[in-house]
């Protein structure tokens, strides 16, 4: 599965963004999808997974109550809207496909979309 990644860019602390995952050569719902991000100088860290169904969600604890995963299999898709945005979150997000696992490490990804870069100015 081919995984593209879009809707970063620049907003203001307290803004939004849409961030959306899109995949190419299998079907979405094969595939539990994640996403991760990556700031300057530190490591890959999970941010949010979904389950293959949608039916489940996890999140990492800096972003609870603000981030919210979703997907549509029928459009092959799937999204993290990020609200209430801080400079802290500013990194380089990027989504992971696992068919078999939900992926919360970096080690569980079996597939890895290029990144999209979010910047939060404060």
């Known amino acids: 599965v081919q995984l593209q990644a879009s809707g970063g860019g620049l907003v203001q602390a307290g803004g939004s963004l849409r961030l959306s995952c899109a995949a190419s050569?299998?079907?979405?719902?094969?595939?539990?999808i994640g996403w991760f991000r990556q700031a300057p100088g530190k490591e890959r860290e999970f941010v949010s997974a979904?389950?293959?169904?949608?039916?489940?969600?996890t999140y990492t604890d800096s972003v609870k109550g603000r981030f919210t995963i979703s997907r549509d299999n029928a459009k092959n898709t799937v999204h993290l809207l990020m609200n209430s945005l801080k400079p802290e979150d500013t990194a380089v997000y990027y989504c992971?496909?696992?068919?078999?696992?939900?992926?919360?490490?970096?080690?569980?990804?079996?597939?890895w979309g290029q990144g999209t870069q979010v910047t939060v100015s404060s």
């Open positions: 992971a496909a696992n068919p078999n696992a939900v992926p919360r490490t970096a080690r569980q990804v079996g597939y």
């Open positions: 050569g299998r079907t979405l719902g094969s595939y539990a």
């Open positions: 979904i389950t293959w169904g949608g039916s489940g969600a």
